[in-house]
């Protein structure tokens, strides 16, 4: 059993099954998801037999394992432990509209793009919908802050934990809980597109980024294995319906590696087959990661790409890079932890 993954309803029938007062549930789903507790004893209201049932039947809180803050921009990034000791990183952004929080859906990731650290040491396991809930509430009771947004854009591909992700959500924007709003919410994909037609009917609202990273199936493929399963226009189908459904504008996340997808041909091409669509492009200069063979691209080009999308009225933005003097970037605090531990035992 997992208690903070359940529904309020099912909390419901676990509190009546002990034989205790439905008020009980309200209080301990309270504590869980409206005063983020870590530990079942902060559960001061309750009757300690409960308090002890609870942790025996299952209470996840997330342990610190390190924490770096940048010295730039004040960004926070965390390495959590796990119940079975696996460790998963997020960070904590400040920015002038609010915190935001960019969390992990898996303990390593199987999809296998080339460019990305999470990957490298594949899939682990999938995370708990309480372990993602957990790395929202353990950083608000680290920093004492609120957050108001959540980018899923960790370590993980979220559409290959679906159940776990939809769980989540629903957990997080529940009116009893957290009440976050699902507008509050990005979700990044690599594109598995039977599972984004499922969101789509979800009646979520969050907003959907698609990783794209090229302009044509050809060069995808050589950076994102998925690309072999399924096709852009696959993806951009599945768009279309997921803005019909939900009134969400789509993000595509464009990740800039030199020589590779950067050049002015490729804008134009990006340029064609996001005409018409209701979308915005967040362009990433790649960040190295030491075990692959990428370069990020250089200022120029990058300006001259957002201007080739531009001229053909394509909205978009660079993104900004936060905590660089901290891996905060993409899967490197995580990674470097593991080759750490295996060169610490050799
Ligand atoms: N599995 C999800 C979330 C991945 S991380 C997805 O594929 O969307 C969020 C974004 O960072 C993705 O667009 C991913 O492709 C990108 N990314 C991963 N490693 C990167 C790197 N080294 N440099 C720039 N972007 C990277």
Redesign the pocket.
């Known amino acids: 059993m997992d208690i903070r993954s359940m529904y309020y309803d099912e909390l419901n029938e676990y509190i009546l099954s002990l034989g205790l007062p439905a008020y009980r549930t309200k209080q301990v789903f309270e504590w869980m998801h409206k005063k983020y507790i870590g530990s079942v004893d902060d559960m001061t209201n309750l009757p300690k037999t409960l308090r002890k049932k609870i942790l025996r039947d299952g209470f996840i809180s997330l342990e610190i394992e390190t924490k770096q803050v940048s010295k730039i921009d004040g960004t926070v990034k965390y390495l959590f432990k796990l119940y079975d000791g696996q460790m998963i990183e997020t960070v904590f952004m400040r920015y002038s509209y609010g915190n935001s929080i960019c969390i992990s859906s898996q303990a390593g990731?199987r999809?296998g793009?080339r460019?990305?650290?999470?990957t490298i040491g594949g899939l682990v396991r999938n995370l708990y919908a309480s372990e993602m809930l957990e790395q929202i509430y353990a950083v608000m009771r680290d920093t004492g802050e609120r957050i108001s947004n959540v980018v899923?854009?960790?370590t993980?591909?979220?559409l290959d934990n679906y159940d776990n992700l939809i769980r989540f959500i629903r957990l997080i924007t529940d009116e009893r809980g957290y009440n976050l709003s699902g507008r509050s919410i990005t979700m990044?994909?690599?594109g598995i597109v039977p599972n984004i037609l499922k969101l789509a009917d979800e009646d979520l609202a969050i907003t959907l980024?698609i990783?794209l990273?090229a302009p044509n199936d050809k060069k995808r493929r050589k950076l994102m294995p998925i690309a072999n399963t399924y096709s852009i226009s696959e993806i951009i189908d599945a768009c279309k319906i997921y803005f019909e459904k939900t009134g969400r504008r789509i993000t595509f996340?464009y990740?800039l590696v030199k020589g590779e997808n950067d050049s002015a041909e490729d804008a134009y091409e990006l340029a064609g087959l996001l005409a018409g669509l209701n979308c915005h492009v967040n362009l990433?200069p790649?960040?190295?990661?030491e075990e692959r063979n990428f370069s990020r691209s250089d200022d120029y080009s990058i300006q001259k790409f957002k201007l080739g999308l531009e001229k053909n009225s394509i909205n978009v933005t660079i993104r900004k890079s936060v905590g660089s003097d901290i891996d905060a970037?993409?899967?490197q605090l995580r990674r470097k932890h593991m080759v750490n531990k295996v060169e610490g035992s050799l």
């Open positions: 990731c999809m793009c460019f990305c650290a999470s899923i854009m960790g993980g591909e979220p990044s994909t690599c980024a990783s990273h996340e990740s990433i790649v960040n190295k990661i970037a993409c899967g």
